[in-house]
């Protein structure tokens, strides 16, 4: 997975952000599977997750998780110390920065690969400093425009994640005459200004953003056309894992079904995505969805190559 490892930028670095004091070489990626689509496990170092509630919110209890899921066969972890649920209150840059980067640090000890789920630059730097190798910004630069400056300093790989508002306005945004189109043009107007901040093309992933500022239908549209996503050139991750529309799908005499029983629902969603070449699925249970993806990747032969090249 070396085309992971981005090429430098051409722009210049115009983020206030200190120097990062270690660099992402490609030799972090070299062990990711090419044959199949990528697992990422999901790790919510918060009090308030929607799926485990706090759960995992102190870091002893965190790592263990974490290791867990990457003893299990996990590709790569995403850790986070904001919850990114609707409604969800924000969380400060230094307070996240205590919850994650001694997660992070003992992860990347043990050998896993650690994404950083934050929309705040600074938190972005410190988990790169701590060992990981991925920014997952579930804002699409709209909460911290520096953080493209930090994504081409570092040339770390880049999660662009689409999403109108914040956790408390985006359920009143879900408005579009065809969500498919709009989600990637809107994808398209923020990849500018990363291109503009002298990342490049290959550090770029793509992410929906099923269930921030989308209804149910509008999830589901998404999924059925990944294509589009796709035909903008960069790899593309699904994230559906134990989310609303799953537990509205699986309501039972008028009762959605809550966060854990929407596993066997998550798995089938990874299996689709993986059939249809996503790069890689963000799930809180890794052990189906591994499951999935290799089964996937038997079925067609010759997608795995896609998915995992972009």
Do not use: C
């Not at 206030?16 to 919510?44: C, H, W």
């Not at 929309?119 to 920014?135: C, K, P, V």
């Not at 880049?158 to 189109?181: F, K, P, Q, W």
């Amino acid at each position: 997975m070396d085309s992971l490892a981005a090429a430098p930028g051409t722009g210049p670095a115009t983020s206030p952000l200190p120097v990062l004091r270690k660099s992402r070489p490609a030799a972090q990626f070299k062990d990711l599977p090419t044959d199949r689509t990528l697992v990422m496990g999901i790790l919510n170092v918060t009090p308030d997750s929607f799926s485990d509630g706090g759960k995992h919110a102190t870091a002893d209890t965190a790592i263990a998780a974490g290791l867990r899921m990457f003893y299990a066969g996990a590709d790569i972890i995403d850790v986070g110390g904001e919850s990114t649920r609707p409604g969800a209150a924000e969380v400060g840059a230094e307070e996240e920065q205590q919850r994650v980067v001694p997660v992070i640090q003992a992860l990347v000890k043990a050998g896993a690969l650690v994404s950083i789920d934050t929309t705040h630059a600074a938190t972005a730097a410190a988990a790169l400093d701590a060992g990981a190798a991925i920014i997952n910004d579930v804002s699409g630069l709209s909460m911290e425009p520096e953080m493209a400056g930090l994504v081409a300093r570092s040339k770390a790989p880049y999660i662009l994640t689409h999403r109108r508002g914040n956790a408390v306005t985006m359920d009143s945004l879900a408005e579009y005459g065809n969500v498919a189109d709009e989600v990637a043009a809107e994808l398209a107007g923020v990849r500018e200004k990363l291109y503009a901040a002298g990342v490049a093309p290959e550090q770029i992933i793509l992410d929906p953003g099923l269930g921030f500022s989308k209804n149910e239908e509008q999830n589901w549209e998404l999924l059925q056309r990944l294509d589009v996503l796709q035909a903008m050139g960069h790899k593309v991750l699904v994230a559906a894992s134990r989310k609303r529309f799953l537990g509205s799908l699986l309501t039972v005499a008028g009762k959605a079904a809550p966060p854990a029983e929407r596993d066997a629902a998550t798995a089938a969603v990874t299996a689709i995505s993986a059939y249809r070449g996503a790069w890689a699925v963000r799930v809180h249970d890794v052990g189906p969805s591994l499951d999935a993806v290799k089964t996937a990747a038997r079925m067609i032969p010759a997608l795995p190559a896609a998915a995992g090249h972009g």
